[in-house]
């Protein structure tokens, strides 16, 4: 494959370490990246129809990334949007996603996660039956939101736990190795990742089970993990 041919990445951040390390990063991995340290010149690049991702920080010199994001979405752009900020808060992270990002990455970051992060932005976007919602008994999970509910009671869940969460359901019932868990959304399979993937999955099955629902959340012993999902799958 040239590097015409490459997957486009749209990064669009003023810090010019911080673009420079990731352009770098991004370019190793065989991507064509092409770097905007304004809102406008990436609006313009974006318009070019060759790009397959979109990397924005929040906090540019001439715009805001929430309202850029928000523009592009209201304009038909559907290319996934992943945000960085420094504004790790609840709030912030809301008021991305409701802007229309498909993922938010706190600064400062592991550069391994943003990389495993970028794939499955890129994996889900090439898929047009990708789940947004799923529903199963008095269970919702909105992923587009990332918000769920048991009946009207919102579950708090962490930003991991959501990215488990959507990650299994995309599988559709189907086992998802605990290795491509860990690398896709911790970056790494090193024994620390590991536990914290032990960790998240225990919290969820006590989030979202109750005592008379079978466990959504099936362990394939010596392989990964299963989500149970009803007929038919996730809503796209």
């Given at each position: 494959m040239t590097v015409r041919d490459a997957p486009g990445i749209l990064l669009v951040e003023d810090d010019a370490e911080t673009r420079q390390a990731v352009a770098r990063v991004l370019a190793d991995e065989g991507y064509r990246v092409v770097g905007a340290e304004r809102g406008e010149t990436g609006?313009?690049?974006?318009?070019?129809?060759?790009?397959?991702?979109?990397?924005?920080?929040?906090?540019?010199?001439?715009?805001?990334?929430?309202?850029?994001?928000?523009?592009?979405?209201?304009?038909?752009?559907?290319?996934?949007?992943?945000?960085?900020?420094?504004?790790?808060?609840?709030?912030?992270?809301?008021?991305?996603?409701?802007?229309?990002?498909?993922?938010?990455?706190?600064?400062?970051?592991?550069?391994?996660?943003?990389?495993?992060?970028?794939?499955?932005?890129l994996r889900r976007g090439s898929d047009p039956l990708r789940p947004r919602v799923l529903n199963a008994g008095d269970l919702t999970i909105d992923f587009g939101r990332r918000q769920a509910w048991l009946g009207r009671?919102?579950?708090p869940l962490t930003r991991r736990e959501i990215d488990v969460l959507e990650r299994l359901a995309?599988?559709?019932?189907?086992?998802?190795?605990?290795?491509?868990?860990?690398?896709?959304?911790?970056?790494?399979?090193?024994?620390?990742?590991?536990?914290?993937?032990?960790v998240i999955i225990a919290r969820l099955r006590r989030k979202l089970e109750r005592g008379d629902r079978e466990s959504l959340i099936r362990t394939v012993r010596g392989f990964g993990y299963a989500l149970a999902v009803p007929p038919g799958g996730p809503t796209p």
């Amino acid at each position: 494959m040239t590097v015409r041919d490459a997957p486009g990445i749209l990064l669009v951040e003023d810090d010019a370490e911080t673009r420079q390390a990731v352009a770098r990063v991004l370019a190793d991995e065989g991507y064509r990246v092409v770097g905007a340290e304004r809102g406008e010149t990436g609006t313009r690049a974006l318009k070019s129809g060759q790009i397959a991702a979109v990397i924005l920080d929040v906090s540019l010199p001439d715009a805001s990334g929430f309202d850029l994001c928000r523009d592009w979405r209201a304009a038909g752009v559907r290319v996934p949007v992943l945000m960085l900020t420094a504004r790790t808060d609840v709030s912030s992270r809301v008021r991305g996603l409701d802007a229309g990002a498909d993922d938010y990455l706190g600064k400062p970051f592991a550069l391994s996660e943003l990389r495993a992060r970028l794939r499955a932005l890129l994996r889900r976007g090439s898929d047009p039956l990708r789940p947004r919602v799923l529903n199963a008994g008095d269970l919702t999970i909105d992923f587009g939101r990332r918000q769920a509910w048991l009946g009207r009671a919102e579950i708090p869940l962490t930003r991991r736990e959501i990215d488990v969460l959507e990650r299994l359901a995309w599988a559709r019932g189907h086992a998802v190795p605990r290795g491509d868990l860990l690398e896709e959304i911790w970056g790494e399979s090193t024994p620390e990742a590991t536990a914290s993937l032990e960790v998240i999955i225990a919290r969820l099955r006590r989030k979202l089970e109750r005592g008379d629902r079978e466990s959504l959340i099936r362990t394939v012993r010596g392989f990964g993990y299963a989500l149970a999902v009803p007929p038919g799958g996730p809503t796209p």
